[in-house]
Nanobody, 112 residues
């Protein structure tokens, strides 16, 4: 059973930055795509960014140019660097492994 452990969330002012991390227990981490999703209160969970095993990336239009997803296979870790944060980025952020398993989520709150 794969486990994902997220960290790095918190409270930040608009315009600030945070970096989320997600460590995956599965040894096949390097050959699988990883993604970050978010869910704001009263809204559906949405894709924020994803990265393939080969390093290709895809972003939601709302975060393009502000967020960067990356991975470090040796550490079985995926990151989400979030810059120029906006209040509308406030949500619980979830790490996803191969579109199969989810982390517990980490809260990101951006104050105006």
């Amino acid at each position: 059973q794969v486990q994902l452990v997220e960290s790095g969330g918190g409270l930040v002012q608009a315009g600030g930055s945070l970096r989320l991390s997600c460590v995956v227990s599965r040894s096949s981490f390097s050959i699988n795509a990883m993604g970050w999703y978010r869910q704001a209160p009263g809204k559906q969970r949405e894709l924020v960014a994803e990265i393939t095993s080969g390093g290709s990336t895809n972003y939601a239009d709302s975060v393009k140019g502000r967020f960067t997803i990356s991975r470090e296979n040796a550490k079985k870790t995926v990151y989400l660097q979030m810059n120029n944060l906006k209040p509308e980025d406030t949500a619980v952020y979830y790490c996803n492994f191969a579109r199969l398993a989810w982390g517990q989520g980490t809260q990101v709150t951006v104050s105006s």
